[in-house]
């Protein structure tokens, strides 16, 4: 059973993907202006021979299927092809970035389920309380405050008390320095996503707390931890899963702001500075490989449905 | 006998108290130090002569040397402020038809190889398209079209051979757009890894991180550089670069970076820092599409240079800062510009802009346009505040002769692309210039085929003015037919210009051995006198 599942979404997987190359491909050209006319910008004006010269170049000048296709043979033999802009190899201008950015997402992530989740339960919990009511404030504030400008006013704050700003100017030379570089990135980030969770573990929480078998569980004298953590808490974490799937892929949106603000050299930044210059092949090359992350986190988060509730099962 | 020895004596005094500041001054210069400043994007490459963006000229010029150049300590570029580099000495020879230059021997590339006269005939062959390796993009071209010929004669000796006489030509030999490029390198490795024979060779660059240049042991010119190297962080957020500049993380602020609010700010927070207002000789400016009616009428670009309050435009985006000007810059900040008493002559220039504005409308009236019969148009600019704020100005000033404009915004990067093509009604733009000269500005910007004349203005009689400034040697005579053609140009609506705009630039205390160059942002950057008094 396990297996004709896993096939199955593999299948789905891989014509999701395909799907989305296609969609990236042909939406990268609708728009409007393309790398020579973006090369000749900083010339100042465009010579039409040149134009043509350099199109030729970069295989520009070939039909749309012809340049997919070389694509995407291209992909699966992980040559990427070169970065129109810096003439490199792609895969030398996106692969030290991706750790970078890998790095912040997980911190972020991190931080939104250290402080969501228990912080979720502790308002279902106390509900309608004093420390209720102030949670429902911050939640809320995380849920309307913008991450650039909750930065913005992190990197004011530290430069006018500090005098020193938080801010990527050369890369990290111990773990110690990194951490403390991401930190306050990442807690700009996961604010919102922690919000998210608190608000939604609470609801989910109460939820459940009103269900029979906690009326049980506490008739049988079971301990407040016992219920709140050990029935409550599993059965209301479910939909708070499926959130953190989703925000997981979210966290690329706003870690796009964030490494701006915080000049953070990741794969987010540098795909806008792509999408702005039309290189295609960075562009392409990164959008997939965001692609890939966001279905294999779908899968896994099904996957870990059915570890955290026997009842779903595979076939489901 | 007694008034001689008290010559002699006083002469003696003076050359000993001169000394002494010179020794003092130079036992004041310190050696080492990484210069670091920020930077507001990735350099499109490395390839001065591929690129019109001082996001590559300012970080890029210190890798090369020219064959004469503007005199760093100098803050106005003219050509009396031009000295030899690469070049000992030049001689005019033909009427100033051709000049010579004689090279300095034993100057070698950063990859060793020695420079001789065959770089400089290459680097021009390069320019002008007669060489077999091309540029992928030629930007000054335009500049050249009256140079004919680039000869060597041995290794150390080489002729410009002109088509007619042009002697403000070293002029533009002179700017950090004319750097002398090695012949065995081939301009796709210029892009990416520049070598020259400059005081600084480039390390690397990595796109939206960094750009880095380390000290050249073997510069030819011997105590030069004082610096270790200069590194230049790229930071896209505006906001977060200057209050990196502010906590100190950086020496040296972006050229032309600092507008006038943040200039404000920043000196609030940063009582510090040094900061220098100049001139950048990038002026805002209104292009109307010449090709297009009702605009290839004469009559209606003229009612729309009436209709300019440049005042406004000065208080409300200069805070009264922006120097009011033709094409060319005036004095102090630059050489060519008309001065106020001849300034206040032009069309559209004079105070009174309700009687300005009445000639507009009356001009627009005997076109048939009125209240109610308004002419609709689209301002295009591009989408970034500096083009945009002053477009919505602009907007405003239309409305008054019966013009109603829709703001056009463009994505940056479509911006020059749609000009060159002409796919606009009405425009608003920035303009800068490398180099402040008559030469520069007329034959990029308002000559007959150019690639930069975004307007379409062309005119024969314009053409042989431009002609014959060009041949005249500086003095008077020349500056009084530049402030008339400037006057035409103002007039015939080739490109009015708005307000030339003004920058500050900041560094920290202990910079020293830097000087703002005050009508270009593209000369002044060779960073080998530079050291940090820590």
């Known amino acids: 059973m396990l297996y004709s599942y896993l096939i199955q979404r593999f299948l789905l997987m891989f014509l999701t993907l395909l799907g989305m190359s296609i969609i990236i491909f042909v939406l990268l050209r609708l728009v409007p202006g393309n790398i020579v006319d973006i090369m000749f910008d900083s010339a100042g004006f465009v010579d039409p021979d040149e134009k043509k010269t350099i199109e030729k170049e970069l295989g520009l000048d070939l039909p749309i299927y012809e340049q997919y296709y070389h694509w995407i043979v291209g992909l699966i033999s992980f040559d990427l092809g070169f970065s129109y802009v810096s003439e490199m190899p792609a895969v030398d201008e996106i692969g030290p970035r991706i750790p970078i950015t890998a790095k912040l997402a997980a911190l972020s992530l991190f931080f939104s389920i250290l402080f969501g989740l228990p912080l979720g339960v502790i308002s279902a919990v106390k509900q309608n309380t004093a420390l209720d009511y102030a949670l429902r404030v911050v939640s809320l504030s995380g849920l309307s405050l913008p991450s650039f400008w909750l930065a913005l006013l992190i990197l004011m704050a530290c430069v006018s008390y500090t005098g020193a700003i938080p801010i990527y100017t050369e890369t990290p030379e111990t773990l110690w320095d990194e951490l403390l570089l991401y930190l306050l990135p990442s807690a700009a980030v996961g604010f919102r996503a922690s919000a998210l969770i608190m608000r939604l573990t609470r609801s989910s929480m109460l939820e459940v707390m009103r269900q029979d078998y906690i009326r049980t569980a506490m008739s ?18 479910l939909p708070v899963t499926t959130i953190v799937g989703i925000e997981a892929a979210f966290l690329i949106g706003g870690l796009i702001i964030t490494e701006t603000v915080f000049n953070i050299p990741g794969v987010a930044h540098f795909l806008v500075e792509a999408i702005l210059m039309r290189d295609y092949p960075i562009v392409q090359s990164l959008v997939m490989f965001i692609a890939i992350i966001v279905v294999v986190i779908n899968f896994l988060t099904d996957l870990a449905y059915a570890a955290l509730d026997p009842r779903i099962k595979y076939s489901d | 006998m007694r008034s001689n020895l008290f010559k002699a004596l006083a002469v003696a005094v003076v050359s000993a108290s001169c000394f002494g500041i010179i020794s003092t001054a130079a036992l004041a210069e310190k050696s080492g130090g990484i210069l670091k400043f920020y930077h507001r994007g990735t350099p499109p490459s490395g390839s001065i002569h591929e690129e019109a963006t001082s996001s590559t000229l300012v970080p890029y010029m210190s890798v090369f ?9 100098k803050p106005v570029n003219s050509a009396e402020t031009i000295v030899p580099d690469l070049a000992k000495s030049w001689a005019w020879g033909g009427d100033k038809t051709k000049v010579t230059f004689t090279l300095r021997k034993g100057v070698k590339f950063h990859d060793g ?39 060597a004669s041995g290794d150390y000796e080489v002729t410009f051979n002109l088509k007619r006489r042009q002697p403000a030509f070293l002029m533009l030999l002179a700017s950090g757009y004319s750097p002398v490029y090695p012949c065995h390198v081939p301009p796709k490795k210029m892009r990416t890894k520049p070598i020259g024979t400059g005081p600084f060779k480039f390390v690397s660059l990595k796109q939206n991180e960094h750009v880095k240049f380390t000290k050249n042991k073997d510069y030819w010119k011997k105590g030069r550089p004082l610096l270790d190297g200069h590194e230049w962080t790229i930071i896209k957020s505006r906001s977060t670069r200057v209050l990196g500049f502010i906590a100190g993380k950086f020496d040296m602020s972006f050229a032309g970076d600092i507008s006038i609010p943040i200039y404000k700010d920043l000196i609030k927070q940063a009582p510090h820092a040094i900061c220098e207002k100049h001139a950048t000789n990038v002026s805002t400016n209104l292009i109307v599409n010449q090709f297009k009616p009702p605009f290839d009428n004469g009559k209606i670009r003229k009612a729309m240079v009436l ?11 200069g805070h009264g800062e922006f120097i009011m000007s033709g094409a060319m810059l005036p004095p102090p900040h630059g050489v060519w510009g008309m001065p106020p008493e001849v300034l206040k002559n032009v069309a559209g220039y004079h105070p009174d802009v309700a009687a300005n504005r009445a000639e507009a409308r009356k001009i627009m009236k005997s076109l048939g346009y009125g209240p109610d019969n308004r002419l609709k148009v689209k301002v295009a600019t591009r989408n970034i505040a500096i083009y945009r704020d002053p477009a919505v100005l602009l907007i405003d000033h239309l409305k008054e002769i019966f013009i109603d404009g829709e703001l056009d915004t463009v994505e940056t990067s479509n911006w020059h692309a749609k000009v060159a093509r002409k796919d606009y009604q009405v425009g608003l733009n920035l303009t800068g210039i490398g180099v402040d000269d008559p030469d520069a500005m007329f034959y990029e910007n308002y000559a007959c085929g150019s690639q930069r004349n975004y307007t379409g203005y062309c005119k024969e009689e314009m053409m042989k003015l431009f002609e014959k400034q060009s041949m005249m040697d500086n003095g008077p005579e020349r500056m009084k037919l530049v402030y008339e053609i400037d006057k035409k140009l103002q007039e015939d609506a080739a490109r009015p210009i708005i307000a030339n705009n003004v920058r500050y630039n900041c560094f920290q205390p202990y910079v020293k051995g830097f000087k703002t160059q005050t009508n270009s942002l593209y000369n002044g950057w060779r960073f080998e006198d530079i050291y940090l008094d820590k």
Not at chain 2, 115 to 128: S, Y
Not at chain 2, 307 to 317: E, G, H, Q, V
């Open chain 2, 113 to 151: 190889k020695p420079f001789t006269a065959k770089d400089v005939v290459c680097t021009w062959n390069l320019i002008l398209g007669n060489s077999k390796a091309k540029l992928r993009k030629n930007p000054r071209k335009s500049w050249y079209k009256n140079l004919a010929s680039v000869e």
């Open chain 2, 307 to 317: 209709t300019i309050d440049r005042a406004s435009f000065n208080k409300i985006l």
């Open chain 2, 65 to 73: 040397n020219n064959l004469v150049m503007f005199d760093q300590a």
């Open chain 1, 220 to 237: 049988k004298g079971a301990s407040d931890n016992a219920i709140n953590y050990k029935h409550a808490l599993r059965n209301a974490v």
